[in-house]
């Protein structure tokens, strides 16, 4: 035994001849050296540890993930090819509103004028699609007049449904800002602000993960702020997501004040001259005024550091609030501005068709939709390819 505790002390290049054969104290010293090694790599000595933090607001490094040499990082950040196909997983996520409206409805035009009862499951089916009463109304009255001309079975209905849809929404689509697609190289420093809220679990943080790490691999450099501090589990959520991404997270104490995250993330994103600022906001009910009037003040204080800030208000939704969407939107609207839309969820719900009524109804384009929870679930939101995908028709 106590050649063995030599060797050690040997390897370890320590003096043993005031210690051989005093099992306990050899013990005891291996135990001050493996303690200091441990709290060398916790960052520090116990005195240091207990020291209240000097500002509200830290950056924290995830401690367990090491600097990695820069290729390697770069490897990570390579975009990812999908197996399945982003028209694939489109046409996939919108099957449940194809099958269960939208299909249906190709189906009851065999050609000629429409019968009373034909009408009436019409306009049931779009009711209960959610695409807003006015809409479904105007559309019910639409294909009654374009069935009497006769010739128009479920292949003319469908181009005849994406025409009408296509002409409510094109133009509000048209005005969307290509730098949240693509990182545009010539505006490389000039840190876009973008803020993201909506009700609780519509899915704003995942969403946020997968836009940091979309626009990462292309090279940008990406600053989140996680402005949800009310809850450390959703923090830890969104750092996963960042250390994947290769974006710098900006975090706070649990319950600090969020409009000082904001503020934080958007200062060290401007100092580090980053491309974009993504700010995560905690979930909340659109009828609750307090609430609401706290993200309002989280708008207004990163004005203080860059006067156009933030420069994208995007209201995430969940499809499967239907109807209820709407209400949502007009209120996320009112208080904040919003200057597009993420339409997540369309893989769970009937109701992708909602999208229609909440952009005519805000005039506010959708940017991105999701249609389930990896990266690649999350693509840009292109008019055509979802009425083609929703309606079943090549575009
Ligand atoms: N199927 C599906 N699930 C999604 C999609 N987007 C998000 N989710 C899931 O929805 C759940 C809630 O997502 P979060 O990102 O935490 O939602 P949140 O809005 O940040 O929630 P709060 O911060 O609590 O308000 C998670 O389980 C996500 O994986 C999507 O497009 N499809
Ligand atoms: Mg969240």
Redesign the pocket.
């Known amino acids: 035994m106590i050649d063995l505790i030599q060797s050690i002390y040997s390897a370890l290049g320590v003096s043993t001849s005031a210690n051989i054969g005093d099992v306990y104290g050899l013990f005891s010293t291996l135990f001050i050296a493996v303690s200091g090694v441990f709290m060398f790599f916790q960052g520090g000595t116990s005195a240091e540890r207990i020291e209240a933090p000097k500002t509200e607001v830290k950056k924290e490094a995830a401690p367990e993930v090491k600097p990695e040499p820069k290729e390697e990082l770069e490897q990570k950040r390579e975009p990812v090819v999908p197996e399945v196909s982003w028209s694939e997983r489109l046409k996939k996520g919108l099957s449940r509103s194809r099958g269960q409206v939208w299909g249906r409805l190709g189906s009851l035009f065999s050609g000629g004028a429409l019968t009373e009862e034909q009408l009436e499951e019409i306009e049931e089916l779009l009711y209960s699609a959610d695409i807003g009463p006015a809409t479904a109304t105007e559309l019910t009255e639409a294909v009654t007049e374009r069935a009497k001309q006769g010739d128009f079975g479920e292949d003319e209905f469908k181009s005849f449904l994406f025409n009408f849809l296509k002409e409510k929404m094109a133009a509000i689509h048209d005005g969307v800002d290509t730098d949240l697609y693509q990182f545009d190289e010539s505006k490389r420093g000039k840190t876009k602000v973008i803020m993201v809220v909506?009700?609780?679990?519509?899915?704003?943080?995942?969403?946020i993960g997968k836009l940091a790490t979309k626009l990462t691999s292309q090279g940008a450099n990406v600053v989140v702020g996680a402005c949800?501090t009310f809850?450390a589990a959703?923090v830890d959520?969104l750092q996963v997501w960042c250390d994947r991404a290769g974006a710098t997270m900006i975090r706070a104490k649990e319950g600090s004040n969020p409009s000082g995250v904001g503020y934080e993330a958007l200062q060290t994103a401007l100092t580090q001259k980053a491309d974009y600022c993504i700010l995560?906001t905690?979930?909340r009910l659109h009828t609750k005024g307090n609430l609401m009037d706290e993200l309002a003040k989280s708008k207004n204080v990163l004005k203080k550091l860059d006067e156009n800030a933030p420069h994208q208000v995007l209201l995430?939704i969940d499809a499967i609030t239907g109807q209820n969407a709407i209400r949502q939107a007009e209120e996320f609207n009112k208080t904040l501005d919003l200057t597009g839309l993420i339409f997540?969820?369309?893989?769970?719900s009937s109701k992708a068709g909602s999208a229609v009524s909440i952009v005519q109804s805000l005039k506010v384009p959708i940017t991105y939709i999701?249609?389930?929870?990896s990266v690649e679930?999350?693509n840009n939101f292109n008019l055509d390819e979802y009425l083609g995908a929703l309606l079943d028709l090549q575009v």
Do not use: F, S, W, Y
């Open positions: 909506g009700v609780n679990g519509a899915g704003k943080t995942t969403t949800d809850r959703a959520q995560d905690a979930g995430v997540t969820k369309c893989d769970g999701g249609v389930g929870e679930d999350l």
